[in-house]
């Protein structure tokens, strides 16, 4: 959808179109949905903020001035939203170390079949995943989360500085930093490049 249909989606759903805004809900819904699960890593607590974002943006609508745009102002409320959800650090990491989704139940050979990695091979990344989700959460909170934010790929660098308030050039050097420290993290477990 081009920045043109955008603003005329907000424009009417200022006017009372609930069509106008559920559009514009289908249409960011990803968007909001994945920042939040940035935040919070936990897909329940994620869809929350989602719904809590959009009402808060519906409910402030005339408050956008249109200074960014609306998927930018949109994704602010959720980050936010999200970083209040997340509130205390020490139950966010808990589920940040958490391993990922059981393994598939695929059976062995067809997994050989397939050109899937050898057990041993997925034992090693496993762990490396592991430990790496284990580093990342280690991080500073600010170092972190932009770190996530620019590591899915869904937001551009711009994007993030609204979400987070800070200057883009701070963004950039969070993510630097972030990456650098957990780089020198993993190799000082043994994981390095080769």
Same mark, same amino acid.
């Given at each position: 959808? *081009?920045?043109?249909?955008a603003r005329d989606l907000v424009e009417r759903a200022r006017?009372?179109? *609930?069509?106008?805004?559920?559009?514009?809900v289908d249409l960011y819904r990803p968007a909001v949905y994945r920042a939040a699960l940035a935040a919070l890593r936990?897909?329940?607590? +994620?869809?929350?903020?989602?719904?809590e974002a959009f009402v808060t943006a519906y409910r402030r609508l005339d408050g956008f001035r249109g200074d960014a745009s609306f998927r930018t102002w949109l994704l602010a409320i959720t980050w936010r939203? +999200? /970083?209040?959800?997340?509130?205390? /650090?020490?139950?966010?990491?808990?589920? *940040?170390?958490l391993p990922g989704p059981a393994e598939s139940d695929e059976r062995p050979l067809?997994?050989?079949? *397939?050109?899937?990695?050898?057990?041993?091979?997925a034992l090693l990344s496993a762990e490396l995943a592991r430990q790496t989700r284990? /580093?990342?959460?280690? /991080?500073?909170?600010?170092?972190?989360? +932009?770190?996530?934010?620019?590591?899915?790929?869904?937001y551009s660098y711009e994007e993030i500085a609204d979400m987070t308030g800070v200057p883009i050039g701070t963004v950039k050097?969070?993510?630097?930093?972030?990456r650098r420290l957990l780089r020198r993290k993993l190799a000082g477990l043994g994981y390095s490049r080769d």
């Open positions: 959808m *081009t920045d043109a249909a006017q009372g179109d *609930t069509r106008a805004f559920g559009e514009l936990s897909p329940e607590e +994620a869809e929350d903020v989602a719904q939203k +999200a /970083l209040d959800r997340r509130g205390h /650090l020490g139950r966010w990491l808990r589920r *940040t170390i067809e997994r050989m079949a *397939t050109g899937a990695p050898s057990p041993e091979d284990r /580093l990342v959460g280690s /991080l500073p909170a600010k170092l972190r989360d +932009a770190m996530v934010l620019a590591g899915s790929g869904e050097w969070r993510v630097s930093e972030a």
